[in-house]
């Protein structure tokens, strides 16, 4: 890590630990110098939807601004981007009020009750600074303005002739953003990456469009039949008083020299929460780590997995039908630019940013029928599922993001499909790498005809 640390980007991640530090309080200049010696926790592969995003890209440690152009290979050296449609996950956050109280409840129990004495238990006891209140509820931290804005120079490094000082002073890029003060925020960040890094001075404008980004709240069908009833998350409650979380339960309370009944779910996630926090907010690998080893970690993994894939992903149809808005939105897109392409125009929406949630990403995701597993995710297949794809750790880190680019390539007219997810190629399930527009429009065509927001939302009549 030494080698790493005096490379300039990571002086100022440092730079801006020590800062945080000495803002913040003065007890957490110790944790901030840590960030120089330790190194990153083990489990942090395993923090599902808590996940850095440099964990998925981990060239980016080294340089936050490198950019891998080899992800575009599939496509001809000769191909000319025409248009770039995102829909990028808000930054790194706080935890929310609900997490921060368990979180609280697990620090005092801990600091009152626990009888373990190995060192990292009486760091807890005695060093540990509990800096999280209930006003956090889910703010954007300083780091996810950093993971924003960084973003937003590699995509102008990723497709310099889109993502542009010209397009944008020329009003080419849109920006939509969910109402959400987290992504509101992050999609200001984006903005002032740009902004910053050509010295644009005007004013970019953004709107907020939650029937767009947080379709999930406005879908009646969704609200009823799986955010409120009772056991549509059956799958994820049965799990989370199986066998396996029981056994992360018994080896946590072993560890802090606490009664087994004294730790429960609830308990393990907040500590979990609290070596996820330490990690994506400050960059450090908190004692509250040694609480799990890398099979508890994968057990936490599959609970909030479980919980991702009921609620957002394969478990209910519902949950993906409710991005239908999202996905004609999209391919309304692609539609126009290609159109316009074709009719050799230019092309009026050079770039569309749109900012929401993990809760926006995963029901779209699972609408285009990306990382579907055979076999579903239940309370009983934990072992079972060990190579699964639906795996919210590699896909959902805070600043996820789905690309979508279209390139004219010379062929006749026809633009090519180069689609990333957290700027890695993604390949269209049973689709070649790069297709042609045409081909994917017509892979997805009877979605395009029949996932209509309204209806697939509509509630079933009531029967008496
Ligand atoms: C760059 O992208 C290519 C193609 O996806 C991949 O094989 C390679 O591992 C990536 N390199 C880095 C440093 O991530
Ligand atoms: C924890 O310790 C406190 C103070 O010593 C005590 O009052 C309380 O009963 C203990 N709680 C449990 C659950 O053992
Ligand atoms: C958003 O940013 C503004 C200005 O930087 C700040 O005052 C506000 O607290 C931030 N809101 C959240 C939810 O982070
Ligand atoms: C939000 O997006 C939807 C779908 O593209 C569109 O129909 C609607 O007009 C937009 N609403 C606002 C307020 O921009």
């Not at 575009?72 to 050296?77: G, K, V, W």
């Not at 804005?149 to 889109?162: D, I, M, T």
């Not at 609830?266 to 400050?282: G, I, K, R, T």
Request: aromatic fraction near 10%; glycine fraction near 6%.
């Amino acid at each position: 890590m030494g080698r790493i640390y005096f490379r300039p980007t990571c002086i100022l991640y440092t730079l801006y630990a020590f800062l945080g530090a000495i803002i913040c309080c003065r007890p957490m200049l110790k944790d901030a110098r840590a960030t120089v010696t330790s190194s990153i926790p083990t489990i942090a592969r395993y923090f599902t939807t808590k996940g850095r995003y440099e964990e998925v890209n981990p060239h980016l440690i080294g340089d936050i601004y490198a950019v891998n152009t080899s992800v575009l290979q599939a496509l001809s050296p000769g191909c000319r981007e025409m248009h770039l449609s995102t829909i990028i996950r808000h930054g790194t956050r706080y935890p929310t009020s609900k997490s921060v109280e368990k979180m609280q409840r697990l620090y005092n129990l801990i600091v009152h009750n626990a009888s373990g004495n190995a060192i990292w238990v009486r760091e807890i006891k005695e060093k540990f600074v509990m800096r999280y209140t209930e006003e956090m509820d889910g703010r954007l931290a300083d780091k996810g303005v950093l993971d924003h804005k960084h973003l937003a120079v590699r995509l102008s490094k990723l497709f310099p002739s889109l993502v542009s000082r010209e397009k944008l002073r020329g009003g080419k890029i849109s920006f939509v953003t969910s109402s959400k003060h987290r992504c509101v925020n992050s999609t200001l960040a984006f903005k002032r990456g740009l902004t910053d890094l050509w010295s644009v001075e005007e004013e970019v404008e953004h709107t907020v469009n939650d029937t767009l980004m947080r379709f999930f709240d406005e879908c009646p069908r969704f609200v009823k039949e799986v955010e409120e009833k009772p056991g549509s998350m059956a799958e994820r409650d049965k799990f989370e008083l199986g066998p396996e979380m029981q056994r992360v339960g018994e080896k946590m309370a072993d560890r802090l020299g606490l009664p087994y009944n004294l730790i429960n779910a609830d308990m393990a996630q907040a500590a979990f929460h609290f070596c996820a926090y330490e990690f994506a907010l400050n960059t450090v690998n908190s004692p509250w780590c040694r609480l799990f080893d890398e099979v508890d970690a994968q057990v936490m993994e599959y609970l909030n997995d479980l919980k991702q894939y009921w609620k957002r992903g394969y478990g209910h149809l519902i949950n993906s039908q409710s991005s239908c808005i999202l996905f004609h939105d999209l391919f309304s897109r692609l539609d126009k630019a290609a159109e316009e392409s074709k009719s050799g125009g230019p092309i009026s929406e050079a770039v569309s940013i749109q900012v929401g949630h993990a809760d926006t990403l995963l029901p779209l995701l699972t609408l285009l029928g990306l990382f579907k597993d055979e076999v579903r995710l239940t309370a009983a297949n934990f072992a079972a599922q060990g190579g699964r794809s639906f795996r919210t750790s590699r896909t959902l880190p805070y600043a996820a993001n789905l690309v979508v680019a279209l390139y004219d390539c010379d062929e006749g007219g026809e633009l090519r499909v180069q689609a990333l997810l957290n700027e890695e190629p993604l390949t269209f399930p049973g689709m070649e790498a790069a297709p042609l527009y045409r081909v994917l429009r017509q892979h997805y065509l009877p979605l395009l005809k029949s996932c209509v927001f309204e209806e697939v939302c509509r509630l079933p009549p009531q029967r008496k």
